[in-house]
């Protein structure tokens, strides 16, 4: 979501305020940090970041922080440094050209109107497209300080969606990415009438449109996954069989504290649903370990789901405590190298998998969407299952689907040849 927020900041700035982008800092005049907030670490790192630009930045070059830790921190960024010349949250990115011109200016408001959809057009690579379909989330995971930084979920009309993807088709996408914090849960809320009001319905209209081959989403929910949106997935040939499943953790215990709203068997059971109707397809999954008052009891229940659904791709993270969020007063937080030690042994398990998994995929072949010239004369696209694949080839094969056998593969990526 905050690349598709950079990707709106730098089309209203390019096409509005006449800018461009340049790759050397001296050069700039203007610098744009786009924020995270959702683990701790990214938001010292701003402030280290804040640090070196200052020193190397010309001295009428403007700087902006935008993003989630500038919702959540406000003013205190400017206060905390001065060389920031103004603040703009996740939920304001329409308002950039108004913030430049105002010294000092703070915008995070979490309000809403229709009009904060519509941007210039920018799209970083023009052969598959990011499009919005909701913005905030209306959980309240304990752990997640999104919903105070995005705000209340909201849907974003189906006709606007459409006319973003026709705009995208029309420039050459034959791949879109649907974003939202809780894909699965749209319909929930607009700000205008909508005539498309679930994602099951939504998934169906756009996979009619014309020149669109491929549709992606992420993230949905695993309690909003039921058996008419798994069929869904599995029966419409342009949705890419490629599913993020976040669980968390394994132990209904720690969802319930994390307020997830599902078990370890409602989980499970999903994930088989998706296995069993689309056999071809790749689940990736989040994983928080340490959570306040995870025992190594828990921890082995989530060990024990990796090895039941066996995803193809781990996203793990130990616990960090966030303002805003339920979690952070809860009692025995654990400790850091406990959460250090269950996160080693979780991803070397998965490690494991993982090579099992790719070690199949040797003489495969795949159909694969080329969108990136690569360095030694290789491009780079992703198979319908979101597997990571090179060939050697040129300019020419960018834009196309195209079958391709593999000869080679690592954990990361497979290398093969068009057949
Ligand atoms: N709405 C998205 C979550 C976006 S944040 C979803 O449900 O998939 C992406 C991931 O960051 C989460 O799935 C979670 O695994 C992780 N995360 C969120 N808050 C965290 C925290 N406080 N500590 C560690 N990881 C966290």
Redesign the pocket.
């Known amino acids: 979501?905050n690349s598709r927020d950079s990707e709106h900041l730098i089309a209203e700035l390019s096409i509005k305020e006449n800018y461009s982008l340049t790759t050397e800092i001296t050069d700039a005049d203007l610098i744009i940090i786009n924020t995270c907030s959702?683990?701790?670490k990214p938001v010292a790192k701003l402030f280290s970041e804040l640090g070196v630009f200052a020193k190397y930045k010309k001295d009428s070059a403007k700087i902006g922080v935008c993003g989630c830790t500038a919702s959540h921190l406000g003013k205190e960024i400017i206060r905390k440094a001065p060389v920031v010349d103004f603040v703009l949250g996740a939920r304001n990115v329409s308002k950039i050209t108004q913030v430049l011109h105002q010294k000092h200016a703070v915008e995070v408001d979490t309000d809403n109107d229709d009009s904060s959809f519509d941007f210039s057009e920018y799209r970083t690579n023009p052969f598959r497209a990011m499009v919005n379909i909701s913005m905030g989330?209306d959980?309240s995971?304990t752990?997640?300080?999104?919903p105070a930084t995005r705000g209340e979920e909201i849907s974003i009309p189906s006709e606007l969606i459409v006319s973003e993807i026709q705009k995208a088709v029309a420039t050459g996408a034959k791949e879109i990415m649907l974003l939202?914090?809780?894909v699965n849960n749209y319909g929930r809320r607009f700000s205008s009438e909508s005539e498309v009001k679930d994602f099951t319905g939504l998934l169906k209209k756009i996979s009619l449109m014309d020149g669109l081959e491929r549709i992606r989403f992420?993230?949905?929910?695993p309690l909003h996954m039921d058996d008419e949106f798994i069929e869904e997935f599995a029966s419409n040939p342009k949705i890419c069989k490629q599913i993020?499943v976040?669980?968390?953790s394994g132990s209904t215990k720690v969802l319930r504290e994390m307020k997830r709203g599902y078990t370890k068997e409602w989980f499970i059971n999903r994930c088989e649903l998706i296995r069993r109707l689309a056999p071809s397809a790749t689940i990736s999954t989040?994983?928080?370990v340490g959570?306040p008052n995870e025992s190594e009891e828990d921890f082995k229940e989530t060990m024990s789901v990796l090895d039941s659904v066996r995803f193809e791709q781990l996203?793990?993270?130990?616990?960090?405590?966030?303002p805003h969020?339920a979690?952070a007063e809860y009692d025995n937080q654990i400790d850091n190298d406990i959460s250090g030690e269950r996160l080693t042994r979780l991803q070397s398990r998965h490690t494991e998998i993982l090579d099992e998994v790719m070690d199949t995929q040797l003489g495969s072949v795949h159909e694969v969407y080329f969108d990136e010239l690569k360095s030694e004369g290789r491009v780079s696209g992703r198979s319908d299952d979101g597997k990571l694949v090179f060939v050697k080839g040129s300019e020419e094969l960018l834009g196309h689907i195209v079958q391709v056998k593999i000869e080679k593969v690592s954990r990361s990526l497979l290398e093969g040849i068009v057949i």
Request: hydrophobic content about 35%.
């Open positions: 979501m959702v683990r701790e989330c959980k995971c752990f997640c300080i999104v939202g914090q809780n992420t993230s949905p929910h993020h976040p669980l968390q989040d994983i928080i959570f996203f793990s993270f130990k616990y960090s405590s966030r969020t979690a």
